[in-house]
């Protein structure tokens, strides 16, 4: 079982910036694949960005260029930086956690507003 305890959620101006942080209960993020999924009332779940443990990235178009994902392996955690933030990433922002073959983690989510 893994737990994954997000931080950082909050109301911001739009063009304002906020900073997500999430840690795993693991001993070691190994190989898994670990990043942000967000999800607004009636839609489905949406990726944000991703990191795996080579370092490679994968981020929504909606996002590239203002938000960055930094994966810290020594201290098991995950932080999303969101700058110039819009009205629609409004959202509950997931933590997930992935190490194949096994089935996804989540994060019990942080609300992320951003007023116009």
């Known amino acids: 079982q893994v737990r994954l305890v997000e931080s950082g959620g909050g109301l911001v101006q739009a063009g304002g910036s906020l900073r997500l942080s999430c840690a795993a209960s693991?001993?070691?993020?190994?190989?898994?694949?670990i990043g942000w999924y967000r999800q607004v009332p009636e839609k489905q779940r949406e990726l944000v960005a991703t990191?795996?443990?080579?370092?490679?990235?994968n981020y929504a178009d909606s996002v590239k260029g203002r938000f960055t994902i930094s994966r810290d392996n020594a201290k098991n955690t995950v932080t999303l930086q969101m700058n110039s933030l819009k009205p629609e990433d409004t959202a509950i922002y997931y933590c997930?956690?992935?190490?194949?073959?096994?089935?996804?983690?989540w994060g019990q989510g942080t609300q992320v507003t951003v007023s116009s």
């Open positions: 997930y956690y992935r190490s194949w073959p096994g089935a996804p983690w």
């Open positions: 693991t001993s070691t993020l190994g190989n898994a694949i």
């Open positions: 990191a795996t443990s080579g370092g490679s990235t």
